[in-house]
């Protein structure tokens, strides 16, 4: 069952959260151009960074012993990134229901959209359990 409801927009203004990112040369292929692999860890770190900002770190979560496990992702690939680009990934919250919520993803340089993606979580305990979502993270949805 597919559980991906949302279409990430290419208007940055329709984000809440912006990290920039500086695309190393060890992330690209052999003719400058960020490999598709690596632009999943970009959505992790700004994932990571949207919680620093939102005063919830991930090692709070981690603390309470609940992980954010990604249940799927999704990424449309739109123009190359290259060796030294500077890239703002923009995320929102999308959606929350009570054990999974949804992040949608705009990468760009400059004003040009390089990718959208969207990742959706449920978050669990250290024994792989559904937990339900803290009401903090839900509200970030509306």
Do not use: C, K
């Amino acid at each position: 069952m597919r559980s991906l409801r949302t279409e990430p927009s290419l208007d940055p203004g329709a984000y809440s959260f912006r990290h920039r990112i500086r695309v190393r040369f060890a992330e690209t292929d052999t003719m400058g151009i960020v490999h598709h692999s690596r632009y999943f860890p970009y959505l992790e770190e700004a994932r990571v960074a949207y919680l620093r900002h939102l005063e919830h770190p991930y090692q709070e979560w981690q603390a309470a012993g609940l992980n954010a496990a990604v249940l799927e992702a999704s990424l449309r690939y739109r123009q190359p990134l290259h060796f030294d680009d500077e890239v703002d990934v923009h995320l929102v919250m999308a959606s929350a229901t009570r054990t999974t919520f949804q992040m949608a993803y705009l990468l760009t340089v400059d004003t040009m959209a390089a990718a959208t993606g969207v990742t959706v979580h449920g978050l669990i305990t250290a024994a792989g359990r559904p937990v339900r979502l803290p009401d903090w993270l839900v509200a970030l949805a509306r």
